[in-house]
């Protein structure tokens, strides 16, 4: 049986990768760690991990889901090439598309709520 793998990679995750790389990975790692899951920065550290492990490309009978998603993580952050700016740089790049699709996400649908019922009764046969 497979350790603790999920489809991408997890909140319960964020913790464990805190102690693999300088001080300025620490210091972002607690604070991503220290709010809830679902807040802005969780949720674009999670994109970030899932960029650099490339989750999208993982599947249960793959050898990164048999080490689990912690392990896995921990691998990618550990044998990152780049130094821990050029993290912080994915993870700023992460939190911008993030809060970019969170704000189209909040832009009004184009055609109004009355438009919209009134072209669905146009499709209803009479």
Do not use: H
């Amino acid at each position: 049986m497979y350790p603790q793998s999920e489809i991408l990679f997890p909140y319960r995750s964020i913790a464990a990768l805190k102690s693999l790389r300088g001080e300025k990975w620490r210091e972002l790692v607690q604070r991503v760690a220290a709010q809830p899951d679902g807040a802005l920065d969780t949720v674009a550290f999670s994109l970030m991990m899932i960029r650099l492990c490339d989750c999208l490309n993982c599947d249960m009978g793959s050898y990164k889901a048999s080490l689990g998603c912690t392990s896995c993580a921990q691998r990618t952050i550990s044998s990152y090439k780049g130094d821990d700016k050029a993290l912080l740089q994915e993870f700023e790049k992460a939190r911008e598309d993030v809060a970019a699709y969170l704000a189209s996400r909040a832009q009004p649908a184009p055609s109004s709520r009355r438009d919209r019922s009134s072209q669905d009764t146009e499709l209803v046969p009479a």
